[in-house]
């Protein structure tokens, strides 16, 4: 039985807490003994309150620890922790394993989705990102990792700083590009869900094929009477700036730049 601490109650932590929730309630050999928020009232809905603490003092006695805060505070609240050589993971794609006190053994438990509270995910889908000092300590993570969800890779600091680069690639900016896509939308009195099932099929070809493979569009095709039309509709100039980067970013897929 691997028995966990969450500390922290925002977007991650409260999807963590409901995976290890339902997984203790499938009889995986995992539980969870505890829950620190700094406002008791914010995971109050998802656990009782005789779980949760928002005094380091009063941390039980747990395999793991894992720091779910923002990654500014990882540090701060990891030399807060009052005990020492215990097992301590954070949750960051950013930051290194050593962001963690050394006071403790460090481990990372990254899961690589994006997160919103009250938007349900399918954690058992969600790769994990796993990285620790020593062997014990990793099958511990694992064996927290595999009751939770399908899919987990060791991967080191320096990989995934790379992959969190990847995903911000991959989610971040393609998030902002539908943002746009919606901004042209509204101001051409077009609904944004015609777009959805392109959005969806885009999403979709990758997994069969490779994005450079599936790749459509004027720009791949070098259709320039099209492009300068695009690029004259196109008002506003950082969307237009965005378009020439792309469009040539795509054009020069394969050169060496
Ligand atoms: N959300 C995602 O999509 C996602 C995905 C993968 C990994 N992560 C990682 O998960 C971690 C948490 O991200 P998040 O999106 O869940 O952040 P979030 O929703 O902004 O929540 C941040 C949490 O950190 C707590 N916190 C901030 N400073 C603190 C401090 N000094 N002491 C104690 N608690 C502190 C906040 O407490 P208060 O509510 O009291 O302010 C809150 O519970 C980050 O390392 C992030 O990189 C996030």
Not at 54 to 69: G, H, N, R
Not at 110 to 130: D, G, H, M, R, S
Not at 190 to 213: D, G
């Amino acid at each position: 039985m691997v028995k966990v601490v969450v500390i922290g109650s925002g977007n991650l932590a409260q999807h963590l807490i409901v995976a290890i929730q339902e997984a203790e309630q499938s009889e995986k050999s995992i539980q969870l003994i505890q829950v620190y928020a700094r406002t008791v009232d914010n995971i109050a809905h998802l656990v009782p309150k005789q779980h949760i603490i928002s005094d380091f003092q009063q941390l039980k006695e747990a395999d793991v620890y894992i720091i779910a805060v923002s990654d500014n505070a990882i540090n701060t609240v990891a030399s807060q922790l009052p005990f020492n050589n215990k097992l301590v993971v954070h949750t960051s794609g950013a930051m290194p394993m050593d962001t963690l006190d050394s006071k403790n053994k460090k481990g990372v438990f990254y899961p690589l989705q994006t997160f919103t509270k009250n938007k349900k995910v399918a954690f058992e889908t969600i790769p994990i990102c796993l990285e620790t000092e020593n062997e014990a300590d990793y099958m511990s993570i694992k064996l927290l990792a595999n009751a939770i969800s399908n899919k987990t890779y060791n991967i080191n600091s320096v990989q995934r700083k790379a992959l969190h680069v990847a995903a911000v690639f991959v989610n971040n900016f393609t998030n902002h590009l539908y943002q746009i896509g919606e901004e042209i939308c509204d101001e051409h009195q077009l609904p944004f869900e015609i777009l959805h099932p392109l959005i969806q099929e885009t999403a979709a070809k990758i997994r069969s094929i490779s994005p450079q493979q599936a790749q459509t569009g004027p720009a791949i095709r070098k259709d320039s009477k099209t492009i300068i039309a695009h690029e004259t509709l196109l008002t506003h100039s950082k969307q237009k700036q965005l378009y020439k980067i792309l469009t040539q970013s795509i054009q020069d897929n394969g050169k060496k730049l």
